[in-house]
């Protein structure tokens, strides 16, 4: 039985949530930093489409491989302790960025600024046990919009950037997590599980290696395949998008840091939406939503984009509008997938959030490194920039086929569908 219990103070639900939200976003700047600071070292350095792929992404699978640890942890140590280390030690690896000169310094800069990513994990598990079954799905949709981070960095960092030079921002956003870090620490609570601990006097009721029992279930793997999609693609098209506009529509980088953060801003915020929709309608339907239209879109974006214009940009297939349009109803569903992913996993593993979390946030996190990797081997092999977005395509048919595989499975076998 779960000793999970109702708070005794009736605010400390809503702070917890305010505080691990605003701290994600936080998080989620620090940790797609290098889509805005990366274009200014791939200038400086001279490197490939394939080695500023790995630039990027390097943190984020830091970041994600981390998720299952960090998650396993707040199970047993509390979300508190954990959220707050975390933060501490991402903040010291981004100020110690700034003195980064080679590539290889920067690449080992970039694992430590990848724990900022690990924070997920630790936010979910912690978050969630302050709420009842019935509202989860809405808790950790609010959570969740701390992916806004992300065009907190693409639209400030550029500006910072241009007057300062990206050591600068990698100081910055140092500073501004360690600062974050330390006001959650002394503005929050430990969790009611690790209330009831305490007062009980007893420490984890299970053994480390207990805590991965769950991931033996194939349901857990097919939910983070899910996440893989909806979460893995929104932040590599978060980090790619940028150089994609620079490179196929020739904007600046300041405009193309901008149209990045446009995208990110309502693709974060429906997050919380989709959630509240995980709630009321049910996750399934929530994704076959997801699945169904974000397959039509990476379809449009297919359209080929290759040769070479005037100015040494790519001929873009899509115009501008079109493009951005049809990149924006890709990332809102984007978000709502990745909130009815999260909605399934305090209601089948109530006990092992921080595990089952840990593990579906590592997956979709991979996906965050993987893609933008290849993106950029795509790119050099083929000549086509629109290839990502092939890609995406073949990624959401492979979540929708097997969605609809177990789905009429379940109902053959008269047991309710997820």
Not at 80 to 86: D, E, P, S
Not at 174 to 190: G, Y
Not at 288 to 311: E, K, R
Request: charged share 10%; with cysteine; proline share 4%.
């Amino acid at each position: 039985m779960s000793l999970a219990m109702p708070a005794t103070d009736p605010g400390q639900p809503t702070r917890a949530l305010t505080l691990s939200t605003i701290a994600f976003t936080a998080c989620f700047a620090v940790w797609t930093i290098f889509s805005i600071i990366g274009v200014r070292i791939k200038e400086e350095l001279g490197l490939s489409e394939t080695a500023f792929g790995l630039l990027i992404g390097l943190p984020v699978l830091s970041g994600s491989l981390v998720r299952l640890v960090l998650g396993i942890w707040t199970d047993r140590f509390g979300g508190r302790l954990v959220y707050t280390a975390t933060m501490l030690l991402a903040a010291l690896a981004t100020f110690l960025l700034s003195f980064a000169q080679t590539y290889n310094q920067m690449l080992l800069a970039g694992l430590g600024v990848g724990l900022a990513g690990g924070s997920f994990a630790v936010g979910v598990a912690y978050v969630s046990r302050f709420y009842p079954a019935g509202k989860q799905g809405t808790a950790l949709g609010i959570f969740g919009v701390g992916n806004v981070g992300a065009a907190v960095t693409k639209f400030v960092a550029p500006f910072v950037l241009v007057a300062y030079g990206w050591q600068t921002v990698a100081m910055v956003w140092a500073t501004v997590l360690a600062v974050m870090a330390i006001v959650f620490w002394f503005s929050t609570e430990d969790d009611p599980v690790i209330r009831a601990r305490r007062a009980g006097g007893a420490g984890p009721s299970r053994s480390f290696l207990k805590e991965f029992e769950p991931l033996k279930d194939v349901r857990v793997w097919r939910f983070a395949l899910y996440y893989f999609f909806s979460f893995g693609a929104f932040v590599a098209l978060a980090l790619w998008l940028p150089r994609y506009l620079v490179g196929v529509y020739g904007f600046d980088i300041k405009t193309a840091g901008m149209i990045g953060a446009a995208y990110s801003i309502p693709a974060s915020v429906v997050r919380a939406w989709g959630g509240h929709l995980s709630d009321k309608i049910g996750a399934r339907k929530v994704l076959w939503w997801t699945f169904t239209v974000s397959a039509a879109c990476t379809l449009i974006l297919s359209a080929p984009s290759t040769g070479n214009a005037a100015d040494g940009t790519a001929v873009a297939a899509l115009s501008t509008p079109v493009f951005i349009a049809v990149i924006f109803v890709l990332g809102f569903f984007m978000a709502l997938g990745k909130a009815a992913v999260y909605k399934h996993i305090p209601v089948y593993y109530p006990t092992n959030v921080g595990a089952v979390g840990g593990l579906v946030g590592m997956i979709g996190g991979l996906g965050g490194f993987v893609l933008p990797l290849a993106f950029g081997w795509l790119k050099d092999t083929t000549g086509l920039w629109s290839s990502c977005f092939l890609l995406l395509f073949a990624l959401v048919a492979v979540c929708f086929l097997w969605m609809t595989a177990t789905v009429r499975r379940l109902e053959a076998t008269a047991v309710p569908a997820e």
